[in-house]
């Protein structure tokens, strides 16, 4: 009995050991995993888990004014496979994948068939659930995968898994760049893509997702939970054509004067809508590329731009008049100590106000403004701020530069101050900034902020109009901008702008040269002084329809009038304008003809064409003289007199009159490209008769 007791005591202690044991080894393991492997651990549950991740709206396009895309999403996809699928067996896998590697190869060219079989074997032999085929796969590219072999089973049965990525590309490159700016992760959205980005980006999507080994995402399903909301789209006012006119115009000046920066901005005069904006700026390499908008935030000392708004005070104020007589002297003034010089030396004598101005005399410009604000230069500034400077114009695109005007309570107000401010330094204005006044002269007063964006559609409707903002209605009387227009229509006809002189249609402005301080505050660094061109004004000028401005900072090579480096940007900007817009052209005479009320009825062209014609109908022909090629005619009642008509290959030929056939002979034979709008007869051609042919020029004739 005892030794049965013994027996089953040991048997008791046994199981207790053995639970004990156990029990140990359950918390040794416990703390193992917790404390030992619990990193790996937690890692791995990480990778298993499952979570709506957001799928990326396709963001909106910005257009151009004629429907040209200027910056667009375009889909990008990242494709992989999921080799172990338990839908694909090894008898599909093993029959299909010679294909499927060939597929592969032939569309992606980037390994050889029997490289894509070894990798995508591999993968399978593993059993990878992510393995990467390709990324940056265009949406073209994808549909042709679906179509192959494995991969057209799907996600579940064949393994193809993709996910959609949104790439912003911009098709016309540099043109506009920094004003079309981009929206970027991590850093500050710049131009209409930041200004924008609200209507731009639209709202994002959900799917259902998990996470596998390696950290990797993979969808689920192949639908999206929650579908994206694709973003808006915003049509601007840039017109592409004279943005590339703009730009390479700027590009080739910049080019030839090794010159540090410059931009250009054209707007239309009653609308502020903002055609082209080009803004380049050199590399450390020597190359012109754009990475800052100059014309929006560069903030510098106008120069004699500026002598406008100082004038216009003089006038509004009723200080002086265009007739009003200033001395020059030799062309050098005192003011306190500190020298002013014109740069014609020896000065100009005594002059009227218009000259003056024509041709840009700081000395006269200088005493006017002295001699009358000299005692209260307030009303000076107070003029000057009435005209709508020293505000930011408040456009919607971030980065405008502080303007500065002083006021005589400043600590930085010095007795040279007002004689300098009158001539465009110790103020400073960006180069959209100065434009907005001149375009406001332009339109009679009116001043409109320049505009940028015209509407914003979603889904082909419009959503949002951006009209037209008036910023001052009137920032003087008319009598002062009639004498203002007159002072910039002197500069180009009589003044430092001859140069620009056309004879097809009248430009006003202004040029400017300017000394650029340096950080310390002087005008001289270890190369010397460095200048700032700049031309600003409008065309045509007795109808205004555009205003430009083009700023060039730091040329070279011994050329720094405004003139001379900004104003044949100007004027190349014009003419493309003029050639391709009806709407600012002066009609030419219609050509007298008799023959509209003759029978029968003629017309100028080709002596060949026009004798076998009246030969066939009957109608008696006389030729004066009888080597001429081409002839104008004149008819009686029963007969049709041809007369010599004079073709210069040098000149522009006159083809008023001439049928489109004849016309476009004639000119495309003296090297000229040619448009036409309408039906019939030449009634009318944009570019003068008799004109010096510039091979290559676009002319544009009229029919009726």
Not at 535 to 557: L, N
Not at 559 to 579: S, T
Not at 621 to 640: F, I, L, M, P
Request: charged share 25%; net charge positive; proline share 3%.
């Amino acid at each position: 009995m005892k030794n049965l007791k013994n027996d089953i005591l040991k048997r008791v202690y046994l199981v207790y050991a053995f639970v004990g044991v156990f029990a140990l080894v359950i918390l040794a393991q416990t703390f193992n995993v917790q404390y030992v492997e619990g990193a790996e651990w937690k890692k791995k549950a990480e990778d298993l888990t499952t979570s709506f991740r957001q799928i990326e709206a396709v963001r909106g396009n910005i257009y151009a004014a004629d429907g040209s895309l200027l910056a667009t999403s375009v889909p990008i996809f990242e494709v992989r496979f999921d080799a172990k699928t338990e839908a694909l067996t090894d008898d599909i896998f093993y029959n299909e994948i010679d294909s499927l590697a060939l597929q592969l190869s032939n569309l992606f060219k980037d390994k050889t068939a029997s490289q894509y079989k070894r990798e995508l074997t591999s993968a399978r032999k593993k059993g990878s659930r992510y393995h990467l085929i390709k990324r940056n796969v265009k949406y073209t590219d994808l549909q042709k995968l679906k179509t192959f072999s494995i991969f057209r089973r799907g996600q579940y049965k064949g393994g193809f898994v993709y996910t959609q990525q949104n790439k912003r590309v911009r098709p016309f490159k540099i043109l506009a760049e920094r004003t079309i700016g981009y929206e970027r992760e991590g850093i500050k959205p710049i131009g209409l893509e930041g200004a924008y980005t609200n209507y731009l980006k639209g709202v994002n999507g959900k799917r259902w997702m998990k996470k596998i080994a390696g950290g990797v995402w993979m969808p689920i399903s192949d639908e999206n939970d929650i579908e994206p909301l694709d973003g808006s789209d915003i049509y601007t006012t840039i017109d592409i054509n004279l943005q590339d006119v703009a730009e390479n115009a700027l590009m080739t000046q910049l080019q030839q004067h090794e010159a540090g920066h410059g931009s250009v901005v054209l707007m239309e005069v009653e609308t502020g809508n903002i055609k082209a904006i080009a803004n380049l700026q050199r590399d450390k390499n020597g190359n012109y590329n754009e990475s800052y908008n100059y014309a929006l935030g560069y903030s510098t000392e106008p120069g004699s731009v500026f002598k406008l708004a100082s004038l216009m005070a003089a006038f509004e104020d009723g200080y002086l008049s265009l007739d009003d007589i200033v001395s020059t002297g030799n062309g050098v003034i005192k003011f306190y100590g500190a020298e002013m010089k014109d740069s014609h030396e020896g000065g100009y004598g005594d002059i009227t106000v218009q000259r003056s101005f024509e041709v840009s005399s700081n000395v006269a410009i200088s005493k006017l403004i002295v001699k009358n604000y000299g005692n209260k230069p307030q009303e000076f500034v107070d003029r000057i701020r009435q005209f709508g400077l020293g505000e930011k114009l408040g456009v919607e695109i971030t980065g405008e530069g502080e303007p500065l005007i002083k006021n005589p309570s400043d600590k930085s107000w010095s007795g040279i101050t007002l004689p300098w401010m009158s001539i465009g330094y110790e103020v400073h204005l960006t180069p959209l900034q100065t434009l907005t006044f001149y375009n406001a002269v332009a339109n009679n007063g009116k001043m409109v902020k320049p505009r940028f964006v015209t509407h914003i559609n979603q889904r082909g409707r419009a959503i949002k109009e951006i009209k037209t903002e008036v910023l001052n209605p009137s920032i003087c009387s008319q009598k002062t901008i009639d004498m203002a227009k007159k002072m910039l229509e002197g500069v180009v006809e009589e003044g430092t702008a001859k140069n620009l002189k056309n004879a097809n249609f009248k430009i006003a402005g202004k040029t400017g040269t300017a000394q650029i301080a340096n950080k310390s505050g002087g005008y001289k660094n270890e190369g010397g002084v460095t200048y700032q061109a700049s031309f600003v004004g409008y065309f045509p000028s007795d109808k205004p329809k555009y205003s430009c401005i083009v700023v060039v900072a730091a040329p070279s090579r011994n050329v720094y009038y405004g003139n001379l480096v900004a104003g044949p940007i100007f004027k190349e900007v014009a003419d493309k304008i003029y050639a391709t817009s009806f709407a600012i052209h002066k009609p030419l005479a219609k050509r007298e003809s008799s023959a509209v009320s003759k029978i029968p009825y003629a017309k100028d062209g080709y002596w060949e064409d026009l004798s076998k014609i009246y030969a066939e109908i009957g109608v008696k022909t006389t030729k004066s003289v009888k080597s001429a090629e081409w002839v104008s005619v004149k008819t009686g009642d029963r007969n049709v007199e041809l007369y010599p008509k004079k073709m210069n290959e040098m000149l522009v030929a006159n083809v008023v009159g001439l049928s489109v056939k004849d016309a476009l002979f004639v000119l495309e034979n003296q090297g000229l490209q040619v448009k036409f709008i309408g039906k019939g007869m030449v009634k009318s051609q944009s570019i003068q008769p008799g004109e010096k042919i510039s091979k290559g020029s676009t002319i544009i004739l009229e029919l009726a």
